[in-house]
């Protein structure tokens, strides 16, 4: 192998090494970048599904017992193969209310809260809304 | 020796490593992004403040307040001066519930009140260090200031 060759060689590998490198960086950053916006897109659908089937309100107050006959009556969002809700008061780690649709929880779960005004004795009071849903 | 006379190899070593560090700066850059998470505390934070401020107050069947939320009642006081020892505990009662659910698994929760010439807090003490969030809102026609803090 003359001088040339072996430079040439060299060149070859490391020309290989960089796109392998390369590629795998790129390939990093597009899937969390992937799960990030996956996440982000199903708990914005999963609100504004509670929202339509009267489950969720930013402006007005939701009545509890009308939440349950509501959620009997709903069906699940597509790719969601269970989901609990419960409702409680703010500050107060015992829930109102629980509901429950679908299969039990299986894998990975979106958890989250919200504030919203629960109906109350008649009364509009502060509490908080917390879904569990999965695939 | 084959190396030191190959001039070619060596620029495209010194191309393959600036590409490398761009490439990480990049994703540095990329990870280091706050990535909504301030929006999201904010608008969280907004939305537990609007739900306290909307809470309607226990008053009994028929009263005058039976009807009335934070924010009316916040702007009722304000008319009429300094609030007394009984008014500062209802609503202490109507905001301390949304305090501890915020405050809870964060650093702290407090919210301050300014009635006037009258400034009413609730909720933890403000930490020395680390970052706060806070949500201002001015009441009636600006006489009641209600600011939520979350460190």
Redesign the interface.
Known sequence: MD??G???F??SI??V??VI??SS?FL??LA??TL?VEE?IDQAELISWLTANGLFS?ETAIGLDASAERLDRSELPEGIRGMSIAYR????PAPLLELNLGEGSQGDVLAFK????IEVG???????MEVRAWH | MALRKDRHGMAMVVDALIFLVVLTLLVAILHIAPYHEDEDRMELLRSYHAVMLSGELPGEDGSSLSSATLSDYLIALSLNGTPSQEQVLLIERMVNGTIVELGTGQSGAWLVIELGATELRFGSEPPEGGEVYADRRELGDGSVVSTLFLA
């Open positions: 001088r040339e072996v430079g040439g060299l060149e490391l020309a090494m960089v490198t390369a960086v990093v950053v969390s970048g990030q982000e930013e008061l703010s500050g107060d919200r504030p919203m005004l008649g009364r509009d009071v502060p509490g908080v």
